[in-house]
């Protein structure tokens, strides 16, 4: 399976600043998920990433707010936009790494944010 | 949409026996994956076992096992012996395997449960 690396491990921010985060996979794939897990909450996806095209974003979730960038088929980075501390969350990637009818997901290793 | 429903926040256990822990599942499509994941206080996502809609053998991994129940649209997972390493949260997740559809390649997941073994 895809070996992903995501940067920053954690970071504590300013409220009205951003954050870009990134991901690097050690192979190309096709589609790239962000996904936000609240404190104690399970994962809800913020956007699906294709090469080459928009991000297509979930109900709720806009572009404005967390822009995302797929220059290739190896990164991706999403930017958490004017932050308050209700964007104190863990961030996550995730990638599908598995060959043709053998489906996996792979996911980074989270980003966890802290607004104050 | 899907909708992932498991209703134990918490479970525990002693070491070396078994645990069972349940979700339930709503979609109207025939064609989809189901995901156990694992996540320990490291936060790293752990895939433990998959499971194909279309295959009835219920799928296994050394001390892992579910019990897919399609009709009923459930999907517990067993573990065996279980070990301090298994202390996590556990959620489950459903994927549409559906093209054509806007859920495709999408994880939808439960609500997690922590799972606790004691020694």
């Known amino acids: 399976s895809a070996v992903i690396s995501q940067k920053p491990s954690r970071d504590i921010c300013q409220r009205g600043t951003s954050l870009t985060i990134q991901c690097q996979v050690d192979s190309q794939v096709t589609m790239m998920f962000w996904y936000r897990q609240q404190p104690g909450q399970s994962l809800t996806l913020i956007a699906t990433?294709?090469?080459?095209?928009?991000?297509?974003?979930e109900s709720g979730f806009v572009i404005d707010k967390f822009p995302i960038s797929r220059p290739n088929l190896t990164f991706s980075t999403l930017t958490v936009s004017n932050m308050s501390p209700e964007d104190s969350s863990i961030y996550l990637c995730s990638v599908d790494s598995s060959a043709i009818r053998n489906y996996g997901y792979t996911f980074g290793s989270g980003t966890r944010l802290t607004v104050v | 949409a899907q909708t992932v429903t498991q209703s134990q926040p918490e479970m525990s256990v002693q070491e070396a026996e078994t645990v069972t822990l349940s979700c339930t599942y709503d979609t109207s499509e025939n064609n989809y994956y189901l995901f156990w994941y694992k996540q320990p206080p490291s936060r790293q996502m752990i895939l433990v076992i998959r499971q194909e809609a279309y295959k009835q053998q219920n799928a296994t991994e050394n001390r892992f096992s579910v019990n897919f129940q399609k009709a009923a649209k459930s999907f517990s997972l067993k573990i065996s012996d279980s070990q301090l390493g298994d202390t996590a949260m556990y959620f489950c997740a459903f994927m549409s395997l559906n093209a054509g559809g806007t859920s495709y390649g999408k994880l939808t997941f439960g609500q997690g449960t922590i799972l606790t073994v004691h020694p």
């Open positions: 990433a294709n090469q080459g095209s928009e991000a297509t974003y």
